[in-house]
């Protein structure tokens, strides 16, 4: 009984695992959505959305810090590093460091931060640098499952005929073994 209540859900646990689970999650999610389980739109849309609400959090909780702890030039420092990197290679695009912290697994989340303590750097203008910079990575993220998920199934389909490409493969030893005589001499011929 409880399982057909779970299998009724399955949209709502989707989504919060994209929103709150991130990557593999929403890999894992496309892959299902190769084999017919879940509507690929509904993937893309739960990643893009859970996404953009967790990004949201972590730059909010960046505002927050920033005002409310004495800490914040301790975690500022730390991040330091991170950020000046980014910023000597791409000066002050935020959109260009956006895009490649979403992909470096853990920089994302601090990259929301600081971009959140930051006070130039407000929540409209965030969210202008979000918006496409997110549709890219899930994008991105969403077609290597997709794509997984179809290569897992194909590799389960041609699992389930194993035994058949094994009885040919047997027969032709067979064959080549009760004739090998005979194939050598048509193939092998010796030049005197």
């Known amino acids: 009984m409880w399982i057909a209540s779970l299998v009724g859900q399955s949209y709502l646990f989707a989504f919060l695992a994209a929103a709150f689970l991130g990557e593999a999650a929403i890999f894992i999610l496309a892959m299902l959505s190769s084999g017919g389980f879940i509507p690929l739109w509904f993937v ?8 953009m609400i967790t990004d949201f959090m972590w730059f909010e909780i960046g505002r927050r810090l920033k005002k409310t702890s004495i800490r914040w030039e301790k975690a500022n420092k730390l991040y330091y590093k991170v950020a000046s990197a980014l910023e000597k290679t791409y000066g002050q695009n935020h959109f260009r460091s956006m895009l490649i912290s979403k992909f470096m ?7 929301n931060i600081y971009l959140g303590g930051r006070k130039k750097f407000g929540i409209y203008r965030f969210a202008l640098y979000n918006v496409p910079v997110v549709a890219i990575w899930a994008g991105v993220i ?46 092998f011929k010796r030049v005197e």
């Open 142 to 187: 969403v077609s290597l499952g997709y794509l997984a998920g179809t290569g897992v199934s194909l590799v389960w389909k041609i699992y389930n005929r194993i035994e058949i490409v094994l009885a040919g493969v047997f027969v032709c030893l067979l064959i080549f073994y009760l004739f090998e005589e005979k194939i050598r001499k048509i193939f």
């Open 105 to 111: 697994y853990g920089v994302r989340t601090a990259n």
């Open 44 to 51: 893309f849309a739960s990643a893009f959305v859970g996404t």
